[in-house]
């Protein structure tokens, strides 16, 4: 039996539009709009369409959002006056630097130097420290997807068997760490590990954020599996693919994201929900 579609662009909506509903009465009973920005260095065409959507999305849940855009010859201190300035902008609750950024700024100095009070991204040290040891923090928007979609499919994580493939500091292992506290058995796998499809197929839950098209073959996966695709690859085509082979998984899985559709849309929803809670928590409202 082919799997169950877990649909991304449904549950986003969803959560867009209960977003919608706290905005609007947050503006009702406090005359507070929930401020976001995001900063483009250059060009990258990618970057753009997602810096937009970003933005769009903000505002039709009632946000105010800004978006600044640089040249990608902007020097690293011109990056960090821009960061700077949104850390000091009472407007502004929550905002993102769209990387990647342009060879001569360094990302890590740029993350740094984000107010970790105002850090929508869930990037800065702090609260990948926070999250690590399971005390709150702001966790990434992409591993904040990749939970509730799980959650589509098994309600109770305790026991099962997680594994991860990819460990970059923004989606593998702080998904590995959310999953570790809803008591999963925990396998983060990644470019030197050996015999993927092995660790793979002891996996209930797999997730694959690698950026390698259709890397993880049917056969890699446990029946019944369910199975997150964070991968956004695109091929000489013009085609968008993910990191699983979606032809053949779909028939093993129990649960599966397509791409597009699925962890993309949720990406955004939960950055806009991480800049909510970072409004709340700022202003004092809870
Ligand atoms: P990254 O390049 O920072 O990390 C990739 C990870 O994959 C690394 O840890 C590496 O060890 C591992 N890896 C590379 N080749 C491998 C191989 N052959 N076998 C096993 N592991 C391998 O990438 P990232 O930022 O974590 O993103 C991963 C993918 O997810 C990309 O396709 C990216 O575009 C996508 N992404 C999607 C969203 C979304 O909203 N859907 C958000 C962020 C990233």
């Not at 929930?34 to 260095?41: E, H, Q, R, S, Y």
């Not at 001569?104 to 850090?119: E, F, L, S, T, Y």
């Not at 797999?206 to 991968?231: M, N």
């Not at 899985?253 to 699925?262: D, F, K, M, R, S």
């Amino acid at each position: 039996m082919a799997a169950r579609i877990l649909d991304g662009k449904a549950l986003a909506a969803s959560i867009r539009a209960e977003l919608a509903t706290k905005v609007a009465a947050l503006k009702a009973k406090h005359r507070i709009t929930p401020g976001i920005a995001v900063l483009l260095v250059g060009e990258d065409p990618a970057s753009q369409i997602y810096v937009r959507n970003k933005a769009k999305a903000a505002t039709e849940v009632g946000f105010f959002a800004r978006e600044v855009k640089l040249t990608a010859t902007a020097t690293e201190r011109e990056v960090l006056a821009a960061v700077d300035a949104f850390n000091k902008d009472d407007a502004i609750d929550g905002f993102l630097v769209q990387l990647p950024l342009p060879p001569q700024v360094d990302p890590q100095r740029v993350i740094d130097a984000v107010d970790p009070a105002k850090d929508a991204d869930g990037f800065h040290v702090t609260n990948a420290g926070l999250v690590f040891q399971a005390r709150g923090g702001v966790a990434p928007a992409t591993p904040l997807g990749c939970m509730a979609l799980i959650k589509l499919a098994r309600t109770d994580l305790t026991g099962l068997e997680a594994v991860v493939i990819g460990r970059s500091n923004t989606v593998g292992k702080p998904v590995a760490q959310l999953l570790l506290k809803e008591h999963c058995t925990v396998t983060i796998a990644h470019s030197k590990s050996k015999d993927l499809a092995a660790i793979a197929r002891r996996a209930d839950i797999l997730v694959a954020a690698v950026g390698r098209s259709e890397l993880v073959r049917g056969h890699w996966i446990k029946p019944g599996a369910v199975v997150i695709d964070v991968g956004i690859n695109r091929g000489a085509d013009g085609k968008v693919r993910g990191d699983v082979a979606f032809d053949e998984a779909v028939e093993i899985a129990g649960a599966i994201t397509p791409v597009p559709g699925g962890v993309g849309p949720m990406t955004i929803a939960c950055l806009l929900q991480n800049t909510l809670m970072l409004c709340e928590r700022r202003r004092a409202l809870n």
